[in-house]
Structures are given as C-alpha cells and as structure tokens.
C-alpha cells in the first residue's frame, strides 16, 4: 500500500539559512499534519491542513511556514534556522479510503534536519 | 514485563513472554487514542488506536485497554517477538483537535 513520502529524507543547513520540507499524503488523504521530534522526545505537533485551509496549529515557530496544494501535498517552510531546529521533521495524512479510516494519522519516514 | 510509562521508559521482555507498555494521559476531553511504534531513524507506525466509548480493542498479537476513570491506556503484546523491539508511544486526540499529544514513550527490549 502506497504511504506517505517525505522529501529530502536528510538536510544539512547552516544557522540562518532556510529549508524546505516537502510531503506527499497518501494517496486521497485530505489532511496533512505536520511534527517535530528532538532527540529522544515525543513528536510535538506543528500544523495540520484540511482540504488545502491550516486546520489547527500547534507550537509551530513563527520562523516557520507551511501550507497545502491544490494537489494535497504539503510544504513545511523553515527560515533564519536555528541550531535547536535540528530534528525528525514528521509529516502525517490522514483520509477515508478503503483502507483507513478518518481519524488515523498515517506517519512518513521523516526528514532529518541537522543545522550546523 | 510491564512498564509504567513516563516513571519507566525502558522495557526489558524475554522473547515469547507478553508485554504491557501503559500510558496515563492527562486530558479528560480527548476521546481517540493511538498507540504508535517506532524504529530507529524511521517514523511512528500505527498499530491499534481506540475511540472513548470503548474500553477494550483486539488486534493481530496486541489489545489496547482504555481505563477513562483514571484516565490510563495500554497495549499489551502477545508473544513478544524480536521484532517488536522499538519505542511505543501512546497519543491522545482531543475532541476538536487534530494534532495528536504523544506521551514520553517506552523502549521496549526484547531479550532472547
């Protein structure tokens, strides 16, 4: 079964610089969900879309930007990066279709930004 | 073996024994809840969830037991094989909400 893809799947920058996530739902998810996981933490919760509109927010950084495309991909827009911003960058959809339900969050393999 | 969450956040089984990871989550309006495995480098895979009207959900070697009066979830595996060694999270939904709270995790061992 087809999941999400997330790309690039590593990212080197330095202090100051910007960064460009980007995320591919599984195929007719509607929702996008995006999360940060520090070294050795629990995702925390940045920002979901629903149907290309922000659906909700979390502690996204206002250094950080995101939206949804018309088709259903998603970028996380990261700028004047900090060395604290080095983490698993998560992406998650989430759908009805006939294998999964609405409300379950389907996870991507991640996007590891290091900023040196 | 048994964990108590966030008091315990390392696991240690002996293969084919069962395991209980527990999680107490803090807010009473969340009404969906998922356990979540984790890999080294890889992202949280689904494994059971359960929704606040349910006390109790079976899948393929794993149940999830929802206690709402003390607001306390687990995940109990049968088995446990070599391949379950991983981090588990609990995550709770609040009603209204679509990012989910994921609670400390627990790494689970498995000892041959």
């Known amino acids: 079964a087809a999941g999400v893809i997330q790309s690039p799947r590593h990212l080197i920058k330095e202090k100051r610089e910007t960064a460009t996530l980007k995320c591919y739902p599984i195929p007719r998810h509607d929702t996008v969900y995006w999360y940060q996981q520090g070294p050795g933490q629990d995702p925390q919760f940045l920002i979901s879309f629903y149907e290309k509109m922000q659906s909700d927010k979390g502690s996204i950084p206002d250094r950080f930007s995101a939206q949804q495309f018309s088709d259903y991909h998603s970028e996380l827009n990261m700028s004047s990066l900090e060395l604290g911003d080095s983490a698993l960058y998560f992406c998650a959809s989430s759908g009805r279709t006939d294998a999964t339900s609405t409300d379950t969050q389907y996870f991507g393999p991640g996007t590891r930004l290091t900023v040196l | 073996g048994e964990s108590v969450g966030l008091h315990l956040p390392t696991l240690s089984v002996q293969e084919g024994d069962n395991s209980i990871i527990n999680c107490a989550y803090s807010n009473s309006a969340s009404d969906y809840f998922i356990w979540y495995k984790q890999e080294s480098g890889k992202g949280p895979q689904f494994i059971i969830d359960i929704r606040s009207n349910m006390d109790k959900r079976q899948g393929q070697r794993v149940t999830v037991l929802l206690n709402k009066t003390v607001k306390h979830l687990s995940l109990q595996i049968a088995a446990t094989q070599p391949g379950d060694s991983a981090v588990y999270f609990c995550?709770?939904?609040?009603?209204?909400?679509?990012?989910?709270?994921f609670g400390k995790g627990t790494h689970l061992i498995i000892q041959p």
């Open positions: 995550a709770e939904n609040r009603r209204g909400a679509d990012g989910l709270t």
